[in-house]
């Protein structure tokens, strides 16, 4: 009997509906889970993605969980994508109270409905949000995996593809640190075919020498770029989810930048942050540890001094003890 992938997503605003959609879309899910506190949105929803199934590449059972989150508990992943997006309209911190309050309404509840698969958190920010699941969930922190700067790395692959004519898919660039305003590119590490950008840039300097600041801004902005016109972000962070999510339910050891708890690399332990991980069945499977120079090693240090500065406005529960499990 073949496997039945089961999704579950919380949250079924802007992003958590782009993310269902996407993962119809792709045919990564076969079971479909949904739950939000909002029944009539969420019934719409569940129509409205239940008609498109003729368009996508096979059917899938779509169920409307309402807020009985433990109708959850039987998924293979579940998606977080609960939040407030006009709280995150002047920053991703904007967030903060609102979304880990929100987690603390079902994190306990599914986890004590016997759920052992994947958490996977978009809700910002990212990584705090990330770092409460983690307590709240009890569960091996490799089990809790943030889109975190995985959105931000296409974004900084599209800002490079812009200034030298490349497909974005040809390029190897993140983008690390914190999902917010402290992230940074690690340009030390972009490569073009197996060749460092350091290289490329002496050898071509007209095409290759762009400015990294300027780069590295575009990326950092990209998103209230998007905000600015249409007051949310939705198609590329719920593609990068959905891409997440292929690489947990297909055990693909697929290399992404995204938001691990941090357990002594990059001299960093106890908190969440984005850096490049090989995600699998498993969640995370490798924490991948890039040689930074001085700048990069500075700009990780400050964001994640942010984090941890964040998550100490929650309170002080997020003892030594807790965050290394």
Not at 194 to 200: A, D, W
Not at 288 to 296: G, P
Request: net charge negative; proline share 2%.
């Amino acid at each position: 009997m073949a496997l039945i992938r089961k999704i579950g997503i919380i949250g079924l605003g802007h992003v958590g509906a782009h993310v269902a959609n996407s993962l119809l879309m792709e045919g990564i899910a076969d079971e479909l889970y949904l739950a939000d506190i909002n029944q009539k949105k969420l019934t719409s929803e569940v129509q409205d993605l239940s008609d498109a199934l003729s368009f996508n590449p096979h059917n899938c059972k779509i169920v409307n969980c309402k807020d009985e989150y433990e109708k959850l508990a039987g998924c293979d992943v579940i998606v977080n994508a609960a939040g407030d997006v006009n709280a995150s309209a002047v920053s991703r911190d904007g967030e903060l109270f609102i979304t880990t309050d929100i987690a603390r309404t079902f994190i306990a509840r599914v986890t004590d409905a016997g759920f052992k698969g994947i958490w996977v958190s978009i809700a910002n920010p990212c990584d705090v949000v990330c770092t409460e699941i983690c307590r709240l969930s009890g569960c091996d922190s490799k089990r809790v995996i943030g889109t975190g700067t995985a959105l931000d790395s296409a974004r900084l692959r599209n800002a490079i593809s812009s200034k030298v004519g490349l497909d974005q898919h040809s390029i190897n660039a993140y983008m690390m640190g914190e999902h917010g305003a402290s992230q940074f590119a690690v340009f030390s590490a972009a490569s073009f075919g197996g060749k460092p950008l350091e290289q490329l840039a002496k050898e071509q300097p007209d095409r290759f020498g762009f400015d990294q600041k300027e780069v590295e801004d575009l990326a950092r902005q990209g998103g209230y770029v998007t905000m600015a016109g249409k007051h949310c972000t939705e198609y590329a962070v719920a593609n990068a989810a959905a891409m997440i999510v292929q690489a947990v339910v297909s055990n693909s050891h697929f290399v992404t930048a995204c938001s691990t708890m941090l357990q002594g690399e990059y001299g960093h332990s106890g908190h969440f942050a984005s850096v490049p991980c090989v995600i699998g069945a498993d969640g995370i499977e490798e924490v991948i540890n890039l040689e930074l120079n001085d700048r990069e090693k500075k700009a990780l240090d400050a964001s994640c001094e942010h984090i941890t500065s964040n998550i100490a406005r929650l309170g002080d529960w997020w003892n030594t003890e807790s965050r290394m499990k």
